[in-house]
Structure formats: C-alpha cells, structure tokens
Nanobody, 125 residues
C-alpha cells in the first residue's frame, strides 16, 4: 500500500500560481501511475492531470492544458502539480491518486486505488 499526503494549497488571486505536492510513504511511488483530480463544491470529481510511472506520458484535462504541469521525482517519492495562470474556476479540493497500472494515464477515478486527503485551492477574481 501507499499513503499519500498533499500540500501547497491556498488562496491566490486570478492569474497567480500555486505548486501542489503529493508525498508518498509505504510502497515506492515508482510502482504507480499518478494523477491529480479536483472537486468543486456541488460538483463531481474532475480529472486534472496524470503521469505514468516513468514520466514517459502525461495527460491533461483540456481546461488546464498549457497552464498546469504534472511532474514526479521517484527518488523523492513525490508528485508535483505546477499551476499557472489560475482562474476562479480552478477552485476546489485537489487530491492526488495512485494507479497500480503504471503505464496508463487513466482519467477515470475508479482506476486509482489510493487517494490523499486533498488540499484546498481557492482562486479569487
């Protein structure tokens, strides 16, 4: 099993940037493809970005493409989401998730077995 803890959320003005981190413990992160999802109040959980275990493939939601970058450091057991040019519609709880299918950047949350508790991102207009 792997345990995931997110950090880096906060309040930022539109146009600003935030960097989210997901730290893993337990089983090595290199065994998993990783993703970020977000959930706004009253809305369903939404795919944001995913990366394969070897960083060979990344995938992004159309709404964040060109603004967000997902990366990972398997040696440090961390995954990062760099978020630039933030918009109010990016507001939500951001969670990282681990998928044991290492080479698959699934957009379906049911593909992910392990989840962090989430970190709040609020973008003011």
């Amino acid at each position: 099993q792997v345990q995931l803890v997110e950090s880096g959320g906060g309040l930022v003005q539109a146009g600003g940037s935030l960097r989210l981190s997901c730290a893993a413990s337990g089983r090595a992160l290199s065994n998993y493809a990783m993703a970020w999802f977000r959930q706004a109040p009253g809305k369903e959980r939404e795919f944001v970005a995913a990366i394969t275990s070897n960083s060979g493939i990344t995938s992004y939601a159309d709404s964040v493409k060109g603004r967000f970058t997902i990366s990972r450091d398997n040696a440090k057991n961390t995954v990062t989401l760099q978020m630039n040019s933030l918009k109010p519609e990016d507001t939500g709880v951001y969670s990282c998730a681990a998928n044991p299918s290492r080479l698959y950047t699934s957009r379906n949350p049911t593909s992910y077995n392990y989840w962090g508790q989430g970190t709040q991102v609020t973008v003011s207009s």
